[in-house]
T-cell receptor
Framework: DAGITQSPRHKVTETGTPVTLRCHQT?????MYWYRQDPGHGLRLIHY???????DKGEVSDGYSVSRSKTEDFLLTLESATSSQTSVYFC???????????FGPGTRLLVL | SQQGEEDPQALSIQEGENATMNCSYK?????LQWYRQNSGRGLVHLIL?????REKHSGRLRVTLDTSKKSSSLLITASRAADTASYFC??????????FGAGTILRVKS
């Protein structure tokens, strides 16, 4: 596996609380992505980053924010968690846009 | 919106048989990729085929791309129980993004 870790791996939280998920890479890849995976929907892009402090929205960005202050770290924040944000969240990295992406192990988030 | 759509949604075969999955997409692409996901794990890249390529092989995998029909197929030959997984195609859009389909669930029975 490429050097990508996600933390936490599992989290249970309550509606209305903020949640931050962390993605850490050791590959020095420029591009980093956050996806969510739900049954019947495949992977949907939430936000992505094309460099330090450079981010853009994906398909399902409402209710989420991101930050990238260092090449190796990409944070995803659920500003006020809702039950609809219960999902599995994957981070991915790539060296070039639209090329091979390498995925982290995922974070299972349950919002009660 | 989903660019790639896989077909079938689920496939069950016996060990040793071949498995074929299809992916259709809507707009022009630069490349198409296939990924595998084992249960509870992240996606793993299998193969990338560019728009000017028609066929590509990697071990027991064979991928074809027909840009005139906007479709691709993934063939796994001589399947094994370890091939049991979900398979996703992903296509590029303008910009720095891939769009993934909903996937095909493959079950290989031993």
């Amino acid at each position: 596996d490429a050097g990508i870790t996600q933390s936490p791996r599992h989290k249970v939280t309550e509606t209305g609380t903020p949640v931050t998920l962390r993605c850490h890479q050791t590959e020095n890849h420029r591009y980093m992505y956050w996806y969510r995976q739900d049954p019947g929907h495949g992977l949907r892009l939430i936000h992505y980053s094309y460099g330090v402090k450079d981010t853009d929205k994906g398909e399902v960005s409402d209710g989420y924010s991101v930050s990238r202050s260092k090449t190796e770290d990409f944070l995803l924040t659920l500003e006020s968690a809702t039950s609809s944000q219960t999902s599995v969240y994957f981070c991915a990295i790539s060296d070039q846009p639209q090329e091979t992406q390498y995925f982290g192990p995922g974070t299972r988030l349950l919002v009660l | 919106s989903q660019q790639g759509e896989e077909d079938p949604q689920a496939l069950s075969i016996q060990e040793g048989e071949n498995a074929t999955m299809n992916c259709s997409y809507k707009t022009s692409i630069n490349n198409l990729q296939w990924y595998r996901q084992n249960s509870g794990r992240g996606l793993v890249h299998l193969i990338l085929i560019r728009s000017n390529e028609r066929e590509k092989h990697s071990g027991r995998l064979r991928v074809t791309l027909d840009t005139s029909k906007k479709s691709s197929s993934l063939l796994i030959t001589a399947s094994r129980a370890a091939d049991t997984a979900s398979y996703f195609c992903a296509t590029d859009e303008n910009g720095n993004k891939l769009v993934f389909g909903a996937g095909t669930i493959l079950r290989v029975k031993s």
